[in-house]
Every structure is written in structure tokens, then in C-alpha cells.
């Protein structure tokens, strides 16, 4: 069965302080890992999707990295603007469409 | 401006009363989710659809919930009948799946749904 976990489940920041949030997975063969932020009282909003191990793709003061195993978002110099609970997820190659999700980290950015 | 809509946005029912979410999902989508949020499970996957057709509802209680695509643009989902442990947002995603690689996947709002 996938396994997605996520850590820390909780992370405080002054703004620009920058900081990593993990994203550790078991699958037997990764299709695609991705990216969700979600803000409270709204659906996830989809951020990145990295394929294979060495990819990496930036949006802003983000940068998603990929290895065999884990997954990392790097937030450089954040804003309170960026406070928001990010999700992982991954996808298996032989799962057709189906997403599984980790538990996600709360990133909450202090001015 | 495209996106999922999902209705209702928030529900209050009584425990043994039907309730029945909707989703339009975005046009042109072809592959439709029902995701279920709780505190204590995050994000549960219930049920999806490709082309219309149900391709896995392994996370769902078959004994009391149905989901269904009766159209491409709309997809229901129903609890018949509802308990507290059915407590939850319940958010309807689409996406684009082409192939091998996935698309992204676009999540509505969500339905609040509270059983007393």
C-alpha cells in the first residue's frame, strides 16, 4: 500500500526565514509525485508535478526537488501571503489516476 | 474562469436522513474524484471516474454510499443513510488524464457536511 508522510506537521516562520518541508513516500514505481497548497476553507490548489528522481520546478519562492524516495518544497525569503497547509501526494504506476495524500504540513509565515 | 462546482457548499442533517452532493466538474475534464477531509484521516480517496465510468470506490462504505456520473457534467454523490462518522468536507476534483502521465488535478470547494 502507498505510503506518503509528511513532516513536520507543523512549521512556523518569520517572513523571510526560509525553510524545507519533506515529503517521504513508499510506492513500488512512482507515476508522478505532486504538490497541493490549501488554504482554510477552500479545495487543495495544485502546485507542482515532478515525474523522476533529479527534477526539480520552481513557482515563485518555491522549489519542488524529487529523489527515489522523498520529495522536498523549499520556501526562499517567505511571505505571510504563503501560510497555507501544503499537501504531497503521489501516484502509482499501477493505481491508474488514483492520488494518495499525505497529512500535509502547516506553514504559518509571521510578519 | 474554469473550475469545479460543488453544491452544496455546507450541510446540516439529522443522523438516517439522505443527503446527495453535487459536482460539475470542468468541461472537457475526463477524469472526475470524490475525496473525503477529516481532522484524524486528511484527505481519503472515495470514489473516481474516467470517461464516466466508475474506476475504483474502494474507499467508499458500499452499504451507504452511492456515486454516480449520470452525465459529463455531473457527478453526485449520496449517503443514504448518514451517521456523525459521516462528518466531513467532502471535495469533488477533475482532471485531464492523458495517457501515461497524469494531469493535475482541479478541486472544488467543497461540501461541509455535518450529521447531528
Known amino acids: 500500500e502507498d505510503q506518503v508522510t509528511q513532516s513536520p506537521e507543523a512549521l512556523r516562520l518569520q517572513e523571510g526565514e526560509s525553510s524545507s518541508l519533506n515529503c517521504s513516500y513508499t510506492v513500488s514505481g512512482l507515476r508522478g509525485l505532486f504538490w497541493y497548497r490549501q488554504d482554510p476553507g477552500k479545495g487543495p490548489e495544485f502546485l507542482f508535478t515532478l515525474y523522476s528522481a533529479g527534477e526539480e520546478k520552481e513557482k515563485e519562492r518555491l522549489k519542488a526537488t524529487l529523489t527515489k524516495k522523498e520529495s522536498f518544497l523549499h520556501i526562499t525569503a517567505p511571505k505571510p501571503e504563503d501560510s497555507a497547509t501544503y499537501l504531497c501526494?503521489?501516484?502509482?504506476?499501477?493505481?491508474?489516476?488514483?492520488?494518495?495524500f499525505g497529512e500535509g504540513t502547516q506553514l504559518t509565515v509571521n510578519p | 474562469d474554469a473550475r469545479v462546482t460543488q453544491t452544496p457548499r455546507h450541510k446540516v442533517t439529522e443522523m438516517g436522513q439522505e443527503v446527495t452532493m453535487r459536482c460539475q466538474p470542468i468541461l472537457g475534464h475526463n477524469t472526475v474524484f470524490w475525496y473525503r477531509q477529516t481532522m484524524m484521516q486528511g484527505l481519503e480517496l472515495l470514489a473516481y471516474?474516467?470517461?464516466?465510468?466508475?474506476?475504483?470506490d474502494s474507499g467508499m462504505p458500499k452499504d451507504r454510499f452511492s456515486a454516480e456520473m449520470p452525465d459529463a457534467t455531473l457527478a453526485t454523490l449520496k449517503i443514504q443513510p448518514s451517521e456523525p462518522r459521516d462528518s466531513a468536507v467532502y471535495f469533488c476534483?477533475?482532471?485531464?488524464?492523458?495517457?501515461?502521465?497524469?494531469?493535475?488535478?482541479?478541486f472544488g470547494e467543497g461540501s461541509r457536511l455535518t450529521v447531528l
Open positions: 471516474f474516467r470517461n464516466r465510468a466508475p474506476l475504483d
Open positions: 501526494a503521489v501516484q502509482e504506476e499501477t493505481s491508474g489516476s488514483r492520488l494518495t
Open positions: 476534483a477533475s482532471g485531464l488524464t492523458l495517457g501515461r502521465f497524469p494531469g493535475e488535478l482541479f
